[in-house]
């Protein structure tokens, strides 16, 4: 995301990914200690805060009636939001949101809205007039790499939480349901090594990017390739079983 | 809400009379406008594409350029009469997502270290949209890189394939991507089959997405053949264009 | 429109028109070869693609329902936007538009709103209530001089062929009627020499600009002085004299 | 609704008593500001208008400098509070549309070739509109001008003339100019009769037209004489100013 | 507000100040000349232009109904907005807001607002549905320091000539009322002096600000302290008490 | 309306059950962020405040560097889900007031001088709001300010005081804040009593305020002694940082 990588570092990467390993010693497809806080923030409707590794975000929602729509009248209304604060990294300026949060927002968006991870004709309220709109926030904190999975992780672990505040206009608050756990894992190639859940160096060395959203029933429900590298198809095959082994694992963690 | 048409016959025939393999037609011409160091006109069903190349040109702003490389900088845009609803003029999410992905998917076949400190800019405006818009304007700007003289690797292509009513569908079109189950829109450098870009949202299972990007990869192979006639039928009726300019386009298809 | 040209070509301009001649030959009435393409666009309500020389611009109309202005509560409303968009010269930069494009965008709206090319009277759905919002986007495509006269032919050349599609709000589909047809024609004073129908050089070099609207009966609908040279008042009245002999002819070609 | 007035009455007497070739009242004083390099306020029927110079000063930013001459910066603006419907602060397009067309009419009178980088910025305010306004504004930023000591070929003045149930008008009156059948303001380089600024919106016969742009003309004439005054008085009383900037005025004015 | 002081003008001022003297030889308490035009825009509602000293500041109020706040359903609403305009200095450049004009509209805004100036329920049309929104726009027309207090005098100035015009709504058209007259007074501190009405000078050389508004009944209504540098306990007391003496006398002036 | 409870009871008791000049529990952690220099994570009440500090840094835009010493620039920020109705992310004219008064009371403790042409860029995240949430940010921020080991003459605290039912109040509540009479945030530097920030809105008499600015100092001693506990307690665990930052803290703390 951004940003230039001191010329020793790159080597050294380099060097060992050509031996299949990795800077701070995890095997290829091991992932950075996960912890996720649930709950964090009173003021959201639900919340998040997850520590991949270094990395630190806290995902938050909020919820509102409004329109929906005109083309799903029956369906609330899901916003997502990244912000790239400036405490997160020397690299993130101030601004409106440029090309990395885009797609970050865009990627977490689709990975719940088109897997129907929320059953969205439940956030209806009047067909046609007013549904619920879901803002989900993603505040990046602390940036060490891999912001794809943490986001997508606290997104889940924020819609666990999610209590829709219903009695404010009248009605009862409801808890949300998730209806399924599609877990995002990403992994970078570099040289010809595929590594899961890369830190900040490693994505900066990176030739090439795969982002791999996987259900509960194996199937994969998103994909985002990204940078200026290829993968082969064979390297897509194999990110995607890696993916679904490491995805079961993660799963758990979310739902605990 | 009346009952909606299969998307598939007790044929497989698709909604417009396709087979699930088939493409819808499509027309490319190169060397369309003037200003532009290189351009190409594409019509792919129902859409209508223009594609722009200016570069290597210094890159501006100044901060932005690498001593090391060309930058491949990609602007993506509709029209606003270009959708059935008005698009207000102007870059939006979706817009800035899909120009980062087709930049990057470019930044691959460029050969970006002979030209330090420049930027390659290509421009994609979608005139008329169907579905596949950054298929299409991805496959336009292939040619008209070429068109620019742009020393390459190879030409990119790039085609999608999406499932409906349980079944994989190649090229979808408009009606098949709002009520299909799945959309997987791939690049790939023909002659080496790299994957540049790829995206999925939906649900596959891993032998349906094996089997999709088999049959994207395939027909991107279609496609690249009506490219090549494109650059052929140009440079065949041209006589302006230096020497070394036709020289260096022969070369890259001879050599495939 | 900005930019610099050479010295050698601004002199050698120079020189031709001291002499009255112009670095096309052209006579210093004579337009360059005028092509409309009208419905190019399915998706637009009207749309007309213009070929003035090397200018290539394409104008389409969206319409939709709204709100009137509370001044005009019977009337339509038009807006008519212009984007310069970069892939049609390497001086047209992206971001919110500059004034060149506003001026372009308004002289070109003045040109059908106060000429009542159209009778917005008949876009008015409910007095008070709702009306038609016509949507008129000038977007040019490839820049070589003189687009206030290509995007006004485009323009009216998308009025003749547009169908309000009332049907979508429960109405019946009727073809927009055109009432009067307003030809802008623009001139550049060069040294002591107008030039009708200026290319991009020759505007880049000359001291003023003037764009005159003349409507079928011979009545002048608008005027637009350019660029920081001045006109005689006997300079005005000759290319207003101009400008009626040759609207005549173009009419013609934007009914045809 | 009612019958409206019409705009003459049978002796071609106008709404507000005025005949149909005279002028509302003009107020101008110079030198009205303490920060600016030069200022003026007018008084011009309803319309009150003040203008301010600075410059000329290095231009920003540097990369639009032009280094053979001063770029010469308008930007008119309207309060808030300046219309009967608030308008909201900051450019709009109709006010960059009009600072765009005032910068250019005062390139063509500074010599600009004395300063090279620089800008000269002109800011017209218009704190109460009436009609005319940029007329106004013009007429006014052409003597902050000269108090600037600007060095010019002449002042610029402006004036516009309408028709009105059929006649001619000068200077229409905000009544004049919703209900009336053209507009045509411009202006002019008194000595010379350079015309400098010139725009029409509406219905005139090329008669009509001549007949327009005379009486604008003799009427700016007039004007000058005003601003002249104004010119005179600011230096009457004025100690404070460096004798070579009196010089340079004193010179401009007795030169006519 | 910005901007840089030449070294000498600065020494000047600190050698002075430590002697508890001012370069225009004013006692450190007193104030510039001030003068109040009320009702100077005959298109506001309400307004005044303020002359304080060599600054010059018009505010206007315009009136316009709308929707109230949620929280406040009987309550009229109030926008305070201030335009730095480049007339105003050469500091000044055109743009959106910055900091220091958002913070002089806010400081103004509380200061009406917070003290309950004007009874805001007695601008509720029809709770909850229907208010008056007044627009206060702080229009900064020459600036030669303070204004925080020279806006705050013409806001109070404009709100006592306001008419609230309820005739364009079929109501009567009624006064507003000013309730209360907290006034504003800003002091500097330059090495130890404390100056009140600070000059531009004073306030780029100053250490610390304090702007105190006290009501007629010796209240303090409202504090906003700026500035890099620190004020004691004692200071602040000293400020408050000069203040309150200060606004008495102003108080009449600007109810005058 | 149902009446509102009061907010202090019989015994001077507040709705949360504090006493008139209670804080509420503040705990602070120092070094809770691994990309930023310097890191601080504070809850006051309800509040939750993350602060970061980078530099001193290379300032940019670099037309805004100080060639004498080192800009303090705040970007104060409220996380879209910390408040009850979501807010907009980005700056808005709060946020950017607060901003402003927090940089400008940082300004007078860091040592600016040791370190031209810099920035000290501070960064506070508002994840969950009460009330206060200036105080909080600031006080936040002078820890992580510490944490960088930026050179300061000492810590600045924050700390409002308020008036509820006629009485004054330390720290208000959320409820206190809203349905109180006036609020006055305060800032200081403990050792030496410089007020840094003070702002108020209300109304209080000249007794109550000089009563209420010595109850918000000595809050902030109370709260001073927090900070420096987080420091030590940061300090004492890490070995990671180099020795001179450690003291430089040391001797900051030991000064006092």
Redesign the interface.
């Known amino acids: 995301m951004g940003g230039v990588i001191p010329e020793l570092t790159r080597n050294h990467i380099h060097r060992l990914a050509s031996a299949g390993k990795r800077a701070d010693s995890r095997a290829p497809d091991e992932f950075r200690p996960l912890k996720i806080e649930k709950d964090f923030v009173k003021s959201a409707e639900g919340s998040a805060r997850v520590h991949l590794g270094k990395t630190d975000v806290l995902v938050g929602i909020k919820m509102n009636q409004g329109e929906p729509y005109p083309d799903t009248p029956n369906k609330g209304v899901l916003i997502t939001s990244a912000e790239l604060i400036p405490m997160a990294s020397p690299k993130f300026e101030s601004g409106p949101p440029r090309e990395n949060a885009i797609e970050l927002a865009r990627v977490v968006d689709r990975g719940i809205r088109e897997t129907e991870t929320v059953d969205m004709e439940k956030l209806c309220v009047e067909p046609g007039e007013k549904v619920w709109l879901m803002f989900l926030d993603l505040h990046i904190l602390d940036y060490d790499g891999n912001l794809f999975d943490a986001c997508s992780f606290g997104a889940l672990g924020a819609l666990t939480n999610t209590v829709v505040p219903a009695s404010r206009f009248n009605g009862e608050d409801f808890k949300l349901e998730v209806e399924h756990y599609p877990v995002s894992i990403t992994s970078v190639k570099i040289g010809s090594s595929i590594f899961q859940d890369p830190s900040l160096d490693e994505e900066m060395v990176a030739d090439a990017r795969l982002t791999v959203a996987i259900d509960e029933n194996g199937n994969i429900t998103a994909m985002q390739k990204g940078l200026s590298g290829s993968f082969t198809f064979d390297e897509v095959e194999r990110v995607i079983e890696l993916a679904r082994i490491r995805g079961n694992e993660i799963r758990e963690t979310i739902k605990g | 809400m009346e009952l909606e048409k299969p998307l598939l016959d007790e044929n497989k025939r698709r909604i417009d009379g396709r087979a699930v393999d088939e493409l819808r037609p499509i027309k490319i011409e190169a060397g369309v406008?003037?200003?532009?160091d290189g351009s190409a006109y594409l019509e792919w069903g129902?859409n209508?594409v223009?594609a722009?190349v200016?570069g290597p040109?210094e890159a501006h702003p100044r901060h932005r350029q690498d001593p090391t490389r060309a930058l491949?900088q990609c602007?993506y845009?509709m029209?606003?009469?270009?959708?059935?609803?008005?698009k207000r003029?102007?870059?939006d999410?979706?817009s800035?997502?899909i120009?980062?992905?087709i930049s990057?998917a470019f930044?691959?076949v460029v050969f970006r270290e002979q030209f330090p400190r420049t930027s390659v800019?290509i421009?994609i405006?979608v005139?008329?949209?169907e579905a596949g818009t950054r298929c299409a304007g991805l496959t336009a700007a292939s040619v008209a890189l070429a068109d620019a003289g742009i020393p390459m690797r190879d030409l990119v292509v790039s085609c999608a394939t999406g499932k409906a009513d349980g079944e994989l569908i190649l090229d979808p079109g408009k009606e098949e991507d709002n009520r299909g189950q799945a959309d997987?829109p791939l690049a790939v450098?023909p002659r080496t089959?790299?994957?540049?870009?790829?995206?999925?949202?939906?649900?596959?299972?891993?032998e349906e997405?094996?089997k999709a990007?088999?049959m994207s990869?395939d027909a991107c192979k279609e496609i690249y053949v009506i490219q090549k006639d494109a650059l052929r039928k140009r440079y065949a009726v041209t006589t302006e264009e230096p020497v070394e300019v036709q020289e260096t386009i022969d070369t890259q298809i001879k050599e495939e």
């Open positions: 406008l003037n200003r532009a129902e209508k223009l722009a200016y040109r491949v602007r845009n029209a606003a009469f270009s959708v059935s609803d008005r003029p102007g870059p999410r979706r800035v997502e120009s980062k992905v990057e930044s691959f800019d421009f405006e005139l008329q949209a997987m450098v089959e790299d994957i540049v870009l790829l995206q999925m949202d939906g649900h596959l299972t891993q997405l094996k990007m088999r990869i």
